[in-house]
């Protein structure tokens, strides 16, 4: 190839990918003084990484594979827009090596590894054959050629269950599936290669041992083309669920220093491998003794501002230098390890419905201030839209402090002073897991968070006294705002009344538990609010986001959102959701039933797992979906005989509609 195309200096950049990365690269890339080029398709149109950029095109439809996947139309968008250069991101075609070729072929400078590179190291199977020759410690297992089922079934037997099913292309949990019997590999093989195919267009398979009690490490290394390869140490990412990344630290707090040194020097012997160009990771996986190589991203990862974070390393500037054909700034004993710093991936999606994703339009989105120690990286803003067709990750939250400790602090204090409505997030399962005992005394492996799960995702506690006077507080505080807009509105003062005192009753209630009863004792002398037996004296100060709750002389901050009816509420206590019932009558709320058998959100029917007739036990498979690139299997509510199925797969279907019918049985 020739290295005047490959790497040369460039002043428009185009960014292929969307969200929250698209986000991060245009930032470094106009502090920079570049150009920046965004990419969008017709469900992102208003999105924020296409506000920032400087120029944006529309590649086509919705769906990734009519948009961001369109190699062709990605070309003809740098074209377009006189690009000279492409920031894959991640995800999508970012270890693509048939578009890397593509921007070459093209004249485009491809802002990472070359196809050879991601040839030889971006694929697992591929890999991991390089690395066995380079003499790198493999985890038992297979990474042929061969596909067909009788090699793969052999393949886990020689090995010995349990093992992982893997997507030889794969990332981020999808196309992987753990195996604990003989019994299970014919189904988990067939739908790991169908969730593989759809999210990276290719399904082939690996085998590997999968290792009990399992942690995982990855290095952070960057190479430049004038033969520098450097590791900037290590990340600790075992708090996963479904193998993917929750929570990433960097350093990893399992490794003593002789340890650190030893898996950095592996990981550079095994990019070195390929000569490697660009920022990547090598990843390993722990069973407490030994570290094994697994695989290699050619590619930025999603937690890499925790490496920049210890390091004072931007590296997106530092891949943006190597596509210029600088060398690297440091050297390797110029590279200083600073302090702790802790990741929280900030999702669309509700831990409490086994994570199923939600979509919708961001009606309240506060986070905190960055600074003191606080990053945070965004995709969203309030009023964008979740749609169903990519990945449900709206933000991640950094927190840096000198020790460990104090990260996990501080991001967990900024974990519980957000407030994000419209969609349903997983925040307060984010925070319940940074106050976990063992994660900070960092007892976990791989599968904490599933055996976890029951404490992590514990119904919110029943609404005490403060939360009820917040509640009318809310009430006010909102009808009063509401009223400015009024001239001379009697309203716009608290309390207001003809004459004498008044009184007003309030009812709230959870979900459709028993109503709560408060009293409000207004006019002349100050405003009480009588719950039960107890007579307590109020005063609210409206503030950005809430107001200031007084209750007998204490001061409380609480955050609040009404829409409607709908209060939420955020106090000392955590986060409240309650229904202030209609003083007027009128209730019209629909009750949906657990046992219908519907579409939770649009998605396309990969998969009938039941015929019609059959006699069904609760939780029994019937149909799966995918649905925001994850595959969702619908179960049967309970017990009984599975009288239709109203749809085939291939169908694409809208969130709310009835898919199957189980009659129950009469035991």
């Not at 794969?170 to 753990?178: A, D, F, L």
């Not at 120690?373 to 749609?387: K, M, N, T």
């Not at 933000?395 to 969609?423: C, H, Q, Y």
């Not at 950005?544 to 209060?567: M, N, P, R, Y």
């Amino acid at each position: 190839m020739d290295r005047s195309k490959l790497y040369r200096r460039f002043r428009t950049l185009l960014i292929a990918n969307r969200g929250e990365i698209a986000a991060r690269v245009i930032r470094t890339a106009r502090a920079m003084g570049l150009r920046t080029v965004a990419v969008y398709s017709e469900a992102d149109r208003d999105a924020m990484h296409v506000a920032l950029a400087d120029e944006a095109v529309l590649l086509g439809p919705a769906r990734a594979r009519d948009s961001y996947l369109n190699v062709d139309r990605l070309i003809e968008a740098a074209k377009k827009t006189g690009a000279e250069a492409v920031h894959p991101g991640y995800g999508f075609l970012s270890e693509n090596a048939e578009f890397a070729q593509a921007c070459y072929d093209a004249g485009l400078v491809f802002v990472g590894p070359t196809a050879d590179m991601m040839n030889a190291m971006g694929s697992k199977s591929g890999s991991k054959a390089l690395m066995e020759k380079a003499g790198v410690p493999l985890v038992p297992g297979y990474h042929g050629d061969a596909q067909d089922d009788a090699t793969l079934a052999k393949a886990a037997d020689k090995v010995g269950f349990p093992i992982l099913v893997k997507a030889s292309a794969g990332g981020g949990g999808r196309g992987m599936r753990i195996v604990r019997s003989a019994e299970e590999l014919a189904p988990a093989i067939v739908s790991a290669k169908r969730e593989a195919k759809a999210a990276f267009g290719d399904d082939r398979m690996l085998i590997e041992k999968y290792v009990d009690n399992p942690r995982h490490i990855e290095v952070q290394i960057v190479g430049d083309s004038h033969g520098n390869l450097l590791s900037l140490f290590e990340r600790e990412c075992t708090l996963q669920r479904r193998h993917q990344k929750v929570i990433e630290e960097a350093p990893s707090p399992t490794l003593n220093p002789a340890q650190r040194e030893t898996v950095c020097a592996a990981a550079r012997k095994a990019a070195g491998a390929v000569n490697y160009v660009g920022a990547g990771t090598i990843e390993f996986v722990s069973d407490g003794k030994d570290v094994f190589f697994i695989e290699m991203n050619t590619r930025l990862q999603v937690e890499h501002p925790v490496t920049e974070l210890i390091t004072g390393i931007d590296l997106v500037e530092w891949q943006l230098r190597v596509a210029f054909g600088e060398a690297l700034p440091l050297k390797q004993d110029e590279i200083r390890l600073n302090g702790h710093a802790v990741e929280a991936r900030v999702y669309a999606e509700n831990p409490t419905k086994n994570f199923m994703p939600s979509v919708g339009r961001i009606s309240t989105w506060r986070l905190p201030a960055e600074g003191g120690g606080l990053r945070i990286d965004a995709g969203y803003r309030e009023g964008d839209s979740v749609s169903p067709y990519y990945d449900a990750m709206l933000a991640k939250m950094i927190a840096w402090a000198p020790t460990r400790e104090v990260a996990i602090e501080r991001l967990n204090r900024g974990l519980e002073e957000s407030d994000v409505r419209g969609i349903v997030t997983n925040i307060p399962f984010l925070s319940a897991l940074m106050t976990h005992p063992k994660v900070r005394t960092n007892a976990i492996d791989t599968g904490f968070i599933e055996r976890e799960l029951a404490v992590l995702t514990q119904a919110s506690q029943v609404p005490g006294e403060l939360e009820l006077c917040a509640a009318v507080a809310a009430v006010i505080n909102g009808e009063q705002q509401a009223a400015q807009s009024e001239a001379n509105s009697p309203w716009q003062t608290f309390g207001w009344q003809p004459v004498g005192r008044r009184q007003r009753r309030f009812a709230f209630r959870v979900g459709h538990g028993p109503e709560q009863q408060v009293v409000l004792n207004y006019g002349s002398g100050p405003s009480t609010l009588v719950i039960g037996e107890r007579e307590l004296a109020f005063s609210i100060v409206a503030k950005d986001g809430g107001f200031d709750l007084t209750l007998d002389g204490v001061k409380s901050s609480v955050a609040a959102v009404i829409t409607g009816h709908e209060l939420y509420l955020r106090t000392r206590n955590g986060r409240f959701d309650l229904h202030w019932v209609d003083p007027f009558g009128g209730e019209t709320e629909e009750q949906t039933g657990a046992d219908k058998i519907a579409a939770p959100l649009p998605g396309t029917v990969v998969a009938v797992l039941a015929e019609e007739g059959a006699k069904l036990e609760k939780g029994a498979p019937i149909l799966t979906l995918e649905v925001m690139k994850m595959e969702q299997t619908l179960r049967a509510p309970y017990a009984g005989v599975l009288t239709s199925i109203k749809c085939k797969v291939g169908d694409i279907v809208q969130e709310g509609v009835e898919l199957a019918v189980v009659e129950p049985s009469n035991e």
